[in-house]
């Protein structure tokens, strides 16, 4: 299940991000050049070595420099060779705007289907919920090309449903190990399944720059929406949604893990008791943690590459290899801390609530400090990417932190809860690119990004002190489940 749940996330994250790569090879460049006088990206602006306008980061480099500005190779002032790059035309004139309105579009359905997502997984079938989002994700990849050869109109209603339908997964999948997840290996199950998110990111970037250069864009989406599907199929098959309804479970464990649950009875689903939700102080610190948390990564996925590339001019194509490196420490680093936690957890040395408290704080506070020494190593790159890469490490912190938390204070509506913090969470996705966007705007230099990263400091700051006051590891009140009419007659007579 958790392995099965790592690439579920794989695929949707892949599908999810997979576009930024396609996008570059779908647009026709020239095109778009010629369409107004100037559409001006505000990070290209600031960099008068390179001959075109980019989006993303794949640049198809045949060599020679097209734009015929051929003054030789320019040194920049921390004495490194400007690249030059050259990109491929497509068969789309998208001009700027449409291509951010097409990649934005994701974002908005997968906005409004947190909390429906979680609640349908905890009143039917999680499995289902996953598995269906995850299908719908892969259907819509196959039918990208398509869409997008009749009109940008199409993929963008394409790119909703693949939003609304990615938006499920998340409380799904909570409410799926809240079903299999004995309490002490709690961690280190969550930690497998939602490193599938990174590692989709991760895996699928480099593939779709491999797929586009060598089948062209359509390919990316032809092979990534049917190697889903593969996955679908065996998720039919191999995962359930408790171990009661596996068919195929060993005794032994079917007991293990329903005794260390608790749940050998199965009680009706009790209804949210949303005005306890909403006035509980841990739910909270989870919402603050989980979207504070997501700025930061939003900073460190997203906006870094930006900044290698701009202020220390750092080639990333050239070393495409390194930029896996930070996930890879940070995939090990988030293993290791979830089996130590766990471990120490079950042989009572520390509580479940200081075990959040303390991954919380590793995933909010170092991160931070290594954002801030990165403005200050000047052209030393080395150290900056050593900087980085400790920080992208540190931010793994966050699986054994907040994110494994719903869980332990209200297990019957973890799906519900991870809904609720993660639509929180999901507005620093939409606000990160505008901010940079807006600070940065004809204005590449460290001290704009310096500012950035105070406040993106700040923000980590807040996280990591409003969880470590108001967080719990312990089940709430409101979440217990009552006991039965029958039970409590029961205690009455015995008391009789
Ligand atoms: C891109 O646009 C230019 C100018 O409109 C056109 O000449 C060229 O054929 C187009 N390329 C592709 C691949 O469609």
């Known amino acids: 299940m958790a392995v099965l749940g790592c ?5 949707v994250y892949g599908l999810k991000v997979n576009l930024s790569v396609a996008i570059i090879a779908m647009v026709n460049h020239t095109a778009v050049s010629h369409l107004g006088d100037h559409h001006d990206d505000s990070a290209a602006e ?8 980019t989006v993303g980061t794949l640049v198809v480099d045949d060599g020679h420099d097209a734009t015929g500005n051929s003054s030789g190779p320019s040194l920049d002032e921390c004495g490194l060779v400007a690249k030059k790059e050259n990109l491929m035309d497509g068969p ?10 097409i990649l934005a579009a994701y974002f908005y359905g997968y906005l409004f289907t947190q909390v429906p997502g979680g609640w349908l997984a905890e009143k039917f079938s999680a499995k289902h919920v996953f598995g269906v989002g995850a299908l719908v994700n892969a259907l819509c990849a196959l039918l990208t090309p398509v869409a997008a050869s009749a009109s940008y109109v199409w993929l963008l209603i394409m790119r909703i449903i693949m939003g609304i339908a990615g938006g499920v997964t998340l409380p799904a999948m909570h409410v799926l190990i809240a ?3 004995p309490p002490q290996e709690r961690s280190k199950i969550s930690s497998t399944v939602y490193a599938g998110m ?7 970037m480099p593939f779709s720059g491999l797929l586009a250069a060598t089948l062209g864009w359509a390919g990316i ?3 990534q929406g049917g190697l889903s599907i593969v996955w679908y199929c065996l998720w039919l098959v191999l995962v359930y949604d408790t171990p009661a309804k596996h068919p195929r479970i060993s005794k032994e464990e079917r007991k293990f893990i329903e005794e260390s649950l608790g749940t050998v009875v199965v009680v009706e689903k009790p209804p949210v008791p949303w005005k306890s939700v909403w006035t509980s102080l841990p739910v909270w610190a989870i919402i603050v943690a989980h979207t504070c948390s997501n700025w930061g990564w939003y900073m460190l996925l997203v906006k870094l590459p930006t900044y290698m590339r701009y202020i ?3 080639d990333i194509e050239a070393n495409a290899g390194l930029s896996a490196v930070p996930f890879l420490c940070m995939w090990i680093f988030t293993m290791l801390l979830a089996n130590v936690l766990d471990a120490l957890r079950s042989r009572k040395m520390i509580t479940t609530t200081f075990a959040r408290k303390l991954a919380t704080f590793t995933a909010s506070m170092p991160p931070a400090v290594c954002l801030i020494g990165v403005t200050y190593v000047g052209c030393n790159t080395d150290l900056a ?15 054994s932190g907040f994110l494994s938390n719903h869980i332990d204070i209200a297990p019957k509506f973890a799906g519900t809860l991870m809904g609720i913090t993660n639509t929180f969470a999901t507005f620093p996705g939409i606000i990160v690119p505008s901010f940079v966007g807006y600070m940065t705007h004809g204005n590449q230099t460290v001290e704009a990004w310096r500012t950035i990263f105070y406040i993106t400091f700040g923000i980590f700051s807040a996280e990591a002190v409003f969880y470590s006051i108001f967080a719990s590891g312990e089940m709430q009140e409101w979440a217990k489940p009552k006991p039965s009419a029958q039970a409590e007659q029961q205690k009455l007579n015995d008391v009789a």
Request: proline share 0%.
């Open 7 to 11: 690439v579920g996330f794989m695929i």
């Open 46 to 53: 600031d960099d008068h070595h390179s001959g075109h306008t």
């Open 92 to 101: 789309f004139a998208w001009d700027e705007n449409v291509q951010g309105l």
């Open 179 to 181: 079903g299999w997840a």
């Open 198 to 204: 990174t590692l989709g990111t991760l895996v699928c």
């Open 221 to 223: 989406f032809y092979v």
């Open 312 to 314: 220390l001019k750092f």
């Open 385 to 399: 990417v050593a900087l980085l890469t400790l920080g992208t490490m540190f931010v793994g912190g966050m699986y």
